[in-house]
């Protein structure tokens, strides 16, 4: 009650049957046409294939980052974007996601409007018996698993509510645990094979919620017959597992996860708790919905970003010869960042394992066409203050700084590009 309140469970016989339908169709479809792949991440210096299997879909030109890989939404069918699946089958198992996406938004919003409530409430009680009898309503009304009491409640606008619940991506995983050789044991508590270990969710808006939607393949006959026989985590069934960061003394908590069930991580508990998948016996799908960060990861931020950069190039109306408008330090530092920024966070990223991407739809190839153009700008950008700096006639100290600031990029550029050649 105290330390898992913003942990919101729904179970399955609360989603409508045709949204179950659809979606775990959706899965099934995305699996047949091998849409689901393992990641190969960096953690602390070295690369590793993630033992979950995935795929990103969501917003047309919207990215995810996590452990430094860069991940690009298979677009779903938004309004007003003109998007070529490479099956029909793929289009439905997108759309059908699409619909999940909008749900899980709505359950979010009641999720945080009822909590807001209670805790409201919590305010107003003068007493421990009033606190006690408001709690148990507002589990009724909710479904919730519990309230953290110690919180105090700040009125938040509509806007904000709804922004926090917005989700522009969904991360969708697939593993069958029979196939992996060795899954790690949860080292605290003793809850079992981890699946994925314990985290935080990286890239998110602040406080924004994240909101889960699972399909454990389960034989309900097994099932039946371990939840007879056991007390505590039945090691046959998936769980997910939350626990508060940095702390062990607090007990942690293993919640079952059957098919069609649902999972919200409201507000910041993402951020003050880590959480882990605890892996059963059966293959087990999940969507995970997101408001990913889109400051600087969307399609839209980097174009803009290359017109930028490309404001201080200028062509000679009569030879047609290209030059640079300034060479002040701020002005070619700015260039510079961009530039490194279109090859290693997009260009590269991409094609690193962007091939993949063509099992579902070609939507990525004309925008990274245009940002290989735009790249090619910049390398000639490059070149171009190379060769202004090396004239006399430059002002001594505005040639120093630049310079200066200029040797700074392009021995992160050559560092970066040294990596990635390894990799």
């Known amino acids: 009650k105290t330390k898992y309140s913003k942990l919101i469970f729904r179970k399955a016989d609360t989603v409508p049957e045709e949204l179950h339908q659809m979606v ?103 007493t421990v018996t009033d606190r006690e009898q408001s709690f148990a309503t507002s589990l009724r009304e909710q479904g919730s698993v519990s309230k953290d009491q110690s919180n105090v409640y700040v009125p938040e606008d509509e806007r904000s509510l709804k922004s926090r619940t917005s989700y522009n991506v969904t991360l969708l995983n697939y593993m069958d645990p029979l196939q992996m050789l060795y899954l790690k044991q949860e080292p605290y508590f003793g809850m079992g094979s981890m699946a994925v ?89 999940s969507s995970t919905h997101r408001v990913a960060d889109s400051s600087r990861g969307t399609l839209e931020y980097i174009l803009g970003q290359c017109e930028l950069a490309l404001q201080n190039l200028q062509t000679d109306p009569d030879s047609t010869a290209l030059s640079l408008k300034s060479l002040e330090a701020a002005v070619v530092k700015q260039v510079e960042e961009i530039h490194n920024e279109v090859e290693f966070e997009w260009l590269r990223q991409f094609w690193f394992q962007g091939k993949r991407y063509l099992k579902c739809t070609d939507w990525w190839l004309k925008p990274m066409a245009k940002l290989e153009e735009f790249w090619r700008k910049l390398e000639i950008m490059t070149s171009l203050v190379l060769s202004e700096v090396r004239k006399e006639q430059q002002i001594e100290e505005q040639r120093n700084e630049t310079i200066s600031c200029f040797l700074l990029l392009l021995k992160e550029r050559q560092k970066l590009r040294k990596e990635w050649t390894a990799r």
């Open 197 to 285: 270990s314990w985290h935080h969710d990286e890239n998110l808006v602040e406080g924004s919620t994240v909101a889960v939607y699972n399909y454990s393949c389960e034989d309900p006959a097994i099932q039946e017959s371990h939840e007879q026989e056991l007390r505590g985590r039945d090691p046959a069934v998936w769980h997910v597992g939350l626990k508060v960061a940095w702390d062990i003394e607090t007990p942690g908590l293993a919640v079952p996860l059957h098919q069609g069930d649902i999972y919200l991580m409201l507000d910041d508990l993402n951020m003050t708790h880590q959480h882990c998948v605890l892996a059963g016996l059966s293959p087990r799908f």
């Open 24 to 126: 775990q169709e959706s899965f099934l479809t995305l699996r047949e046409h091998n849409c689901f792949f393992q990641d190969l991440v960096r953690i602390k210096g070295k690369d590793f294939l993630t033992p979950v299997s995935r795929i990103l879909i969501g917003n047309p030109g919207c990215t995810y980052k996590y452990l430094s890989t860069r991940l690009f939404t298979v677009p779903w069918p938004a309004e007003g974007y003109d998007i070529k699946y490479c099956s029909p089958h793929i289009h439905d198992a997108c759309k059908a996601l699409m619909r999940l996406n909008d749900y899980l938004h709505i359950e979010a919003v009641e999720a945080l409007r009822g909590q807001n409530l209670f805790e409201t409430k919590e305010i107003k009680a003068t």
